[in-house]
């Protein structure tokens, strides 16, 4: 029974994860700016619109390339219009200039499920441009401004851990309201569970065996 233990302890310290940062978007007033530090590394901003659009910001001292994309959870009925409006502001302010506007309709939106985290979503296609040093502003809204989304940037993944890849999974199921059975759909925690029974079946075949041995 040690040596079940010990592999699955060498099992889900030696495991890694490839995960996005996942951070919540807290703002306090209207039109109150987001910044985000790096539009490189994936990172997830999970927000949520309550009457008002949600506005990040971001500065270039040198050309990048902005990948995003929006998710919400696949609940039943039609996926909520959640839009992306990116503007840059000119020099010596003289306005704003209008990068992009994204809107996608009900038929752009595709389910898809993520295992890593246990949830189906409605995905937007995957929107990249090549910017200009300078400072930007992205704005998430829909024609209401309520629901929940997740806001996806970057394309340089990480590794992370066995246990942090299940806080991660269980802090985005929290936010979208799902309770902590919900745990069981994630990835690694299936697997690890279809590992330690692979165990105990091989240590109680092994016993077995060694008792009609014995007994023979």
Request: hydrophobic share 40%.
């Amino acid at each position: 029974m040690k040596i079940v233990f010990c592999l699955f302890l060498f099992f889900v310290t030696c495991m890694t994860v490839e995960a996005n940062e996942i951070i919540v978007t807290q703002t306090t007033a209207p039109y109150e700016v987001v910044e985000l530090s790096n539009i490189s590394d994936k990172q997830t901003y999970l927000g949520e619109l309550s009457k008002y659009p949600i506005m990040y910001g971001f500065t270039l001292t040198e050309t990048d390339v902005l990948e995003t994309q929006l998710r919400q959870v696949n609940n039943v009925g039609e996926p909520v219009p959640f839009r992306l409006l990116l503007i840059k502001e000119n020099a010596q302010g003289r306005g704003v200039e209008e990068i992009f506007r994204f809107n996608p309709t009900s038929d752009d939106w595709v389910k898809t499920k993520d295992k890593s985290l246990g949830l189906t979503f409605w995905e937007s296609e995957s929107v990249s441009y090549s910017l200009e040093p300078g400072v930007y502003r992205m704005e998430v809204s829909t024609p209401e401004n309520i629901g929940k989304y997740a806001l996806l940037l970057g394309d340089t993944e990480k590794s992370v851990g066995y246990f942090t890849s299940l806080k991660q999974a269980r802090f985005t199921q929290d936010f979208f309201g799902y309770s902590v059975f919900r745990m069981l759909a994630v990835a690694p925690v299936y697997y690890t569970l279809g590992i330690i029974f692979l165990l105990m079946l091989i240590y109680k075949t092994r016993k077995y065996s060694s008792l009609i041995t014995k007994n023979a």
